[in-house]
């Protein structure tokens, strides 16, 4: 089942704050932690972009981060990170280092240099302000979703990606929360149609309650044969996890993924998931531990298809529609 918000935020201690720009057609993302969180990450895509993800392999020394970024922008928004830093060490956030405090942030980028928005920012890019701006907008509770922060500028083969969300509660009273950048090479939705891959996951009509419909193809559908494009995001539990536990979420996370986008993982897409474990709750058994991961491909699924779902088209000229421009009140077929 869904937790109360049926967002990343529904698990404790757990802030999301956007920046959104939409006449630059971009913006970032800033998930905040109340505490360190047990951290990890994989990248399955050909093409990434990001910043202090190699800290996040099991075998690092450190364990735990302050904070993830999303952003847009391409290698341009890796300055993003900067600005969630900056607004850390101001509240004396940070990694130790004899009397220094390092905030440990890493980020993935996702690429919306070619939707249409104005790019000519001049001789520094604006995201380490956005970074920061972010930051400061972070709080616990409802946030935005489709058209906003990260999602500002994303893109699918079919229809206007976003920002997603969903959570859900095993059996055991764990939270697992997901939260992703819909910016795929790949389609989250079935051939022409209104339908998502998603749908067998679906609570709740949280995507619309369409179902999957009676027949479809599974023709490759791409938005360019050679256009770099990028799905990033995290998915998050309560629950009391290693850093090696935290990397195979992120890999539960990525069946998700591959769920609920196809295809995925392509040599120009750029699949990062990071994950992590805020350590509020025990695990008892294995089986506990297993509805965990379970459930982690199921909201990352989940998110996917929201981000498209809740998205809305950038105001250009050009720009590509949105599920919702199209479908505006689609029967449960």
Known sequence: MSAPLNLLTDIEGVAVGHATDLDLGSGVTAVIFDRPAVASGSVLGGAPGG?????LDPSMTVDAVDAFVLSGGSAFGLDAAGGVQSGLREIGRGFAVGPARVPIVPQAILM????GGDKDWGLHSPYRDMGYQAFLSARPGPFELGTVGAGTGAT????KGGIGSASAVTQSGHTVAALMAVNAMGSATI???PHFWAAPFETAGEFGDLGMPQDFDTAMRLKGM???????????TDAVLTKAQAHRLSIAGHDGLARAVIPAHLPFDGDTIFSAATGARPVADPAALMEIFHLAALVTARAVARGVYEATALPHAGAQP????????????
């Open 191 to 193: 051939s022409e149609g």
């Open 156 to 159: 699918t083969a079919t229809f």
């Open 322 to 333: 949105a599920w919702r421009d199209r479908f505006p009140a689609s029967p449960k077929a």
């Open 51 to 55: 910043r202090e993800t190699a800290l």
């Open 112 to 115: 919306d240099l070619l939707n």
């Open 226 to 236: 050679t256009i770099p494009a990028t799905t990033i995001g995290l998915v998050v």
